[in-house]
């Protein structure tokens, strides 16, 4: 799915990532995008913004 999405210029959205492991799996294959619990529950917008907020600040350090 990775490849034929990759070859028609589109990118990927991997949904449902819970594990490191599937996480870098989806590294190798190249995956675009993913998203899950591995990263965070969902949550109201308030809690979304500061929690984008830390990450941001985490990744300047």
Same mark, same amino acid.
């Given at each position: 799915?990775? /490849?034929?999405? &990759? /070859? !028609?210029?589109? /990118?990927?959205? @991997? $949904?449902?990532? $819970?594990?490191?492991?599937?996480? $870098?799996? !989806?590294?190798? !294959?190249?995956?675009? &995008?993913?998203?899950?619990?591995?990263? @965070?529950?969902?949550?109201?917008?308030?809690? !979304?913004?500061?929690?984008?907020?830390?990450?941001?600040? /985490?990744?300047?350090?």
């Amino acid at each position: 799915m990775i /490849s034929l999405a &990759h /070859s !028609l210029k589109m /990118s990927v959205v @991997a $949904e449902g990532v $819970e594990t490191y492991t599937q996480m $870098e799996f !989806l590294r190798q !294959l190249n995956c675009d &995008h993913v998203q899950g619990y591995y990263f @965070a529950r969902p949550m109201p917008w308030g809690q !979304l913004v500061q929690f984008l907020r830390n990450q941001r600040q /985490s990744a300047c350090l």
